[in-house]
């Protein structure tokens, strides 16, 4: 079992950055792949990014893609998400999530993850 708590969202202009982090507790997330995905108000949850349990191999949506870096410490047992270039589009509740027996892959679909994070709100004002 592992417990997961986002934090780093708020408020931001257009162009600007923001940086999330995701701190595991409870079991060492090291052999866990990690993700991150948003929801918007009025949508579904959609994929941004993830990484594999070693941080060798990182996949993201075509939407962030150039402007989001995904990234972990094994040691901190915490995964990142640095956010560059914002825009309103990328405003949203942001979570973080961790699969168990990921072997060498990353993973982009929600229902393939075990745990959550409860969220942290991201705010792109234009």
């Known amino acids: 079992q592992v417990q997961l708590v986002d934090s780093g969202g708020g408020l931001v202009q257009a162009g600007g950055s923001l940086r999330l982090s995701c701190a595991a507790s409870?079991?060492?997330?090291?052999?866990?792949?990690m993700g991150w995905f948003r929801r918007a108000a009025g949508k579904e949850r959609e994929f941004v990014a993830a990484?594999?349990?070693?941080?060798?191999?990182?996949y993201y949506a075509d939407s962030v893609k150039g402007r989001f870096t995904i990234s972990r410490d094994n040691v901190k047992n915490s995964v990142y998400l640095q956010m560059n270039s914002m825009n309103p589009e990328d405003t949203a509740r942001y979570y973080c999530?961790?699969?168990?027996?990921?072997?060498?892959?990353?993973?982009?679909?929600?229902?393939?993850?075990?745990?959550w994070g409860r969220g942290t709100q991201v705010t792109v004002s234009a």
């Open positions: 999530a961790a699969r168990r027996k990921s072997g060498y892959y990353y993973y982009i679909r929600d229902y393939e993850y075990d745990y």
């Open positions: 409870g079991q060492s997330s090291s052999s866990y792949a």
């Open positions: 990484i594999s349990q070693s941080g060798g191999y990182t």
